[in-house]
């Protein structure tokens, strides 16, 4: 079946633009990450979706950065006036958060954000 | 808090030779869940393996094993005569459970280079 799927590939935007980075999960997964892929900061957890819950937005680095999920299904992470340290690649992952079990989390091809 | 070390930042080996991968994990909690994902150039991270903290059983799949000791809190990856293929930044990661919010840790990955 279809892996998880990440849009745009690449983006490359100025300094203090917004930008809007798509992921589509794994049919079927109710639980959906992001992570960030920095060369400083290594591979670290933004934010956690789980169904129609309220979601775990601890991971987040600023008020700048927002995400939502729409119908518990597709979600869009948004950086609003973007910096140079946004730079990074942005991985997306989902489970099936059957509840109850850790389950593995599949991860899609990231999108590679450039600023400026 | 829970912490994972990679300190092998990077690894070249010659093709066929055997290589491992050290990975030492902290946590507090008694359930955990290890993972092993690698990422290949195309910079998609891939899943390889999950252990979890009750299951100390090694584990050998083609030419990849596992080596999960409790004693030593580490989780080692071995490849067994290496293919070019193999040329990738694997990841180790941890995940304690909590029936909610599974967000990996990771470590910094190692870079290993199969050279034909």
């Known amino acids: 079946g279809a892996g998880v799927s990440q849009s745009p590939s690449n983006k490359v935007t100025e300094k203090g633009k917004d930008v809007e980075l798509r992921c589509d999960p794994i049919?079927?997964?109710?639980?959906l990450y992001w992570y960030r892929q920095s060369l400083g900061q290594g591979l670290e957890f933004l934010i956690y979706?789980?169904?129609?819950?309220?979601?775990?937005k601890s991971g987040l680095p600023s008020d700048r950065f927002s995400a939502e999920r729409t119908g518990g299904s597709v979600s869009t992470l948004t950086i609003q006036r973007t910096q140079q340290e946004d730079s990074a690649v942005y991985l997306c992952?989902?489970?099936?958060?059957?509840?109850?079990?850790?389950?593995?989390?599949?991860f899609g091809p990231g999108t590679r954000l450039l600023v400026l | 808090a829970q912490k994972v070390t990679q300190a092998q930042t990077e690894i070249s080996v010659v093709e066929k030779e055997d290589v491992t991968l050290d990975c030492v994990y902290e946590t507090r909690d008694t359930t955990y869940y290890l993972f092993w994902y690698k990422q290949p150039p195309s910079g998609e991270l891939v899943f390889l393996i999950r252990?979890?903290?009750?299951?100390?059983q090694n584990e050998i799949s083609g030419r990849y094993s596992w080596n999960f000791q409790k004693s030593t809190s580490s989780f080692n990856f071995t490849i067994t005569a290496s293919q070019v293929v193999d040329s990738a930044v694997y990841f180790c990661a941890l995940t304690t459970s909590n029936f909610g919010n599974e967000k990996l840790t990771f470590g910094t990955g190692t870079r290993l280079t199969i050279i034909p």
């Open positions: 992952a989902s489970s099936l958060g059957a509840g109850g079990r850790v389950e593995t989390q599949y």
């Open positions: 049919s079927g997964h109710t639980a």
């Open positions: 979706f789980q169904g129609n819950s309220a979601p775990d």
């Open positions: 252990r979890n903290s009750f299951d100390e």
